[in-house]
């Protein structure tokens, strides 16, 4: 078929120029994609702090709510991040959504050729179709909760609701969904923009690397989670504070009731 007969059977023909809106929209739904991807790494290193122990993700925690730069917590500053970090997802959403197959009769027809060509990268395509969908809910709950109880974030109240408020199988579920999902984005950017420059075998190498790097480090993140929240289960709601800090704090009140 010719390409003006496609042309005409599209309606296109007759208009002077073609539309650059598509290629902008990929555009920016790869570099939403690539900001996602790279907060995540940031964010599972954070969140990955309590391997060091409970004064390690604390100090994390305090780091981001401006209590070593304004000598004292702004948990509101979390909801800033958290609030463009949420529009940035919202876009790429939305921008994905393009993408989606609209119709039962069109996941039927993409998955017959996936399984009729045998097309390594085919099949990511559909599997980052997979985990993309339930990251809509789960990504938005849970950015949902960080944006409206920042306060409710630090080496206690994150065990807490991952053990007492029995988040950890919502946890696990998003951590498999977005380590596959971002991994698989970032293969897929890589060989559409050509960089890194390297051959597809080594792209995938990389790619398979980094996904297990990630969810190794995540499920064991989960484990420490679990683990502190389980033993801090008859002390549901007590906040950590570290042994110096507590001192401080009650020196501080004693002074003040004078
Ligand atoms: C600025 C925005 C975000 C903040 C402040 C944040 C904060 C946190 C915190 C503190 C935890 C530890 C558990 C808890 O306290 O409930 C956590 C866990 C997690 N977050 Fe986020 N998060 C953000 C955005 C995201 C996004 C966009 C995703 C992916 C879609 C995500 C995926 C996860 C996963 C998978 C875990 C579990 C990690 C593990 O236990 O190994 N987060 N997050």
């Avoid at 390690?56 to 970090?85: D, Q």
């Avoid at 420490?224 to 033993?231: D, F, L, R």
Wanted: positive net charge; aromatic residues 16%; charged residues 15%.
């Amino acid at each position: 078929m010719s390409c003006e007969t496609v042309l005409a059977q599209t309606g296109l023909a007759g208009r002077a120029g073609k539309s650059r809106w598509p290629a902008r929209l990929d555009l920016l739904q790869s570099g939403t994609g690539l900001f996602l991807a790279l907060f995540m790494w940031g964010h599972m290193f954070f969140v990955a702090s309590i391997l060091l122990g409970e004064p390690a993700m604390w100090a994390i925690t305090k780091f981001f709510e401006g209590y070593f730069l304004f000598g004292r917590s702004y948990p509101w500053l979390v909801s800033c991040v958290v609030a463009c970090v949420a529009l940035v997802f919202a876009v790429h959403a939305l921008l994905a959504m393009r993408k989606f197959p609209a119709t039962y009769r069109q996941l039927r027809t993409i998955r017959a050729h996936a399984k009729a060509m045998r097309h390594a990268d085919t099949t990511l395509w559909i599997w980052q179709v997979y985990t993309g969908f339930p990251l809509f809910f789960l990504a938005s709950a849970h950015l949902y909760q960080m944006l409206v109880w920042p306060q409710n974030i630090g080496p206690y109240a994150s065990s807490d609701r991952v053990w007492s408020d029995a988040l950890w199988p919502f946890y696990l579920a998003m951590l498999l969904a977005v380590e596959l999902h971002g991994g698989i984005g970032l293969y897929r950017l890589a060989l559409k923009w050509g960089w890194p420059n390297a051959p597809r075998r080594t792209l995938a190498r990389l790619k398979w690397g980094l996904t297990a790097f990630f969810l190794v480090l995540g499920l064991a993140t989960l484990g420490a989670y679990m683990k502190i929240g389980y033993e801090h289960r008859a002390h549901h709601g007590e906040r950590y504070e570290p042994d110096g800090v507590k001192e401080e704090r009650k020196a501080r009140m004693e002074e003040e009731a004078r």
